[in-house]
């Protein structure tokens, strides 16, 4: 019957599911200081080493319920079952602590042990009962799965040698038919390694997409954040970072210098030489704001002639020493289109500096603005600092 009952039920019962989601996730995921191709790896072997330990469990309660308890049987398979748990358990942790191949040969090598030991413990599997020698191949599978094809061989010749070589030391096993038990290992040896190389081309392939995908996608967001023009970067990512770096600026109670620059003459110059000429003038500006900036600094485009830069940790004075240093450099290009000399270019300068002139990005910059537009109105080719 439905009801606020059942409700109340399902709702408690959703935070558990969610906190078992998230200790799986937890137990599975990888070391961060892999790269992605192994990490994928490395979490398919933490899911096959969890449901490895998961068998190992229920063959503990079937060796306990299948043997008495006086048979010493029991006690043998018990120590070789606990050996391979921890075995397993190591191959976890160093799997989760970012050693994937060590953690993988660790598996290869337990899933070895377990039917050679079982046969070493109990020689009764010679005189007829020989399903436990069937899992032999299942370090061979493990293998093609986990490691390269070259180990996937190495590990499938020693099982068949080895099998190959128990007829001659033990006659007893003249009851089994030994023949189709090689026939049924070579078998699945063949598969095996066949999927091993299938599966490394395969990731081989998905490794190299990747590549290209986070290869398109690093180059889609810097044309989306950077003007096709200067490269600089753009209006868009000013609006995305200012913020930012004025939050960065008050939490270490720093200040943060803003320069605006706009071409004097712009106009002028592109009806005398242009549309080309001024964009080639907007490329050396580009060029010209590169060589003078900081790593830290962000030099932007804002907008037709106009540009920002972005100055952390530079006080009022700095700001204003950098902002006269671009005015004389700028002052000092020579720009030629097809031989023509371009005449002297000149720039026009705003400074504002927060937290003094606005404590956001757009409060800074419309300082900027004012101050710039004040350099304009004063003649031009000249700094000046906000109110």
């Known amino acids: 019957m439905d009801g606020p009952g059942n409700d109340n039920r399902v709702s408690h019962a959703r935070p558990h599911v969610r906190s078992l989601a998230a200790i ?19 979490r398919l072997l933490a899911w096959l080493l969890l449901f490895i330990l998961l068998l190992i469990t229920a063959t503990i309660v079937l060796v306990l319920v299948d043997n008495p308890a006086r048979d010493p049987r029991r006690s043998s398979y018990i120590g070789l079952i606990l050996a391979l748990n921890v075995m397993i358990f190591l191959a976890f942790n160093l799997n989760r602590a970012g050693r994937y191949s060590l953690s ?18 109990d020689p009764v599997i010679l005189q007829g009962d020989f399903v436990p020698l069937t899992y032999v191949v299942v370090p061979i599978l493990l293998s093609s799965i986990l490691l390269p094809t070259g180990i996937t061989i190495a590990v499938a010749v020693f099982q068949l040698v080895a099998l190959a070589l128990i007829p001659r030391y033990y006659p007893a096993t003249g009851s089994i038919n030994w023949p189709s038990l090689l026939a049924f290992v070579v078998f699945t040896s063949v598969l095996g390694v066949l999927a091993g190389i299938i599966r490394e081309r395969d ?11 986070v290869q398109n996608a690093a180059q889609l967001r810097d044309l989306s954040i950077r003007d096709h023009l200067t490269t600089l970067f753009n209006r868009r990512y000013l609006d995305e970072t200012l913020e930012r770096e004025i939050q960065r600026a008050a939490r270490s109670q720093a200040q943060l210098g803003i320069i605006m620059m706009d071409i004097d003459h712009f106009k002028r110059f592109n009806d005398k030489y242009g549309h080309a000429a001024g964009d080639e003038l907007l490329k050396e500006m580009g060029k010209l704001l590169y060589a003078h900036i900081r790593m830290a600094d962000i030099a932007c485009r804002y907008g037709g002639e106009e540009f920002v830069l972005v100055l952390p940790d530079a006080s009022l004075e700095v700001s204003r020493q950098r902002a006269e240093r671009l005015r004389q450099e700028v002052k000092q ?3 030629k289109i097809k031989n023509q000399n371009m005449g002297a270019i000149t720039v026009s ?17 419309k300082s900027a603005d004012a101050a710039l537009y004040l350099a304009k109105r004063a003649g031009r080719d000249r700094v000046v600092m906000a109110a």
């Open 24 to 42: 799986m996730r937890w137990l599975t995921e990888p070391a961060d200081s892999l790269p992605e191709p192994l990490r994928r790896r490395s």
């Open 104 to 121: 993988a040969g660790l598996t290869i090598a337990g899933a070895v042990l377990a039917p050679w030991g079982s046969l070493i413990m």
């Open 203 to 213: 990731l081989v392939q998905i490794d190299w997409q990747t590549s290209l995908l």
């Open 333 to 335: 290009l020579r720009l």
């Open 349 to 365: 300068l705003g400074v504002a500096v927060f937290p003094d002139n606005g404590s956001s990005g757009k409060a800074l910059l």
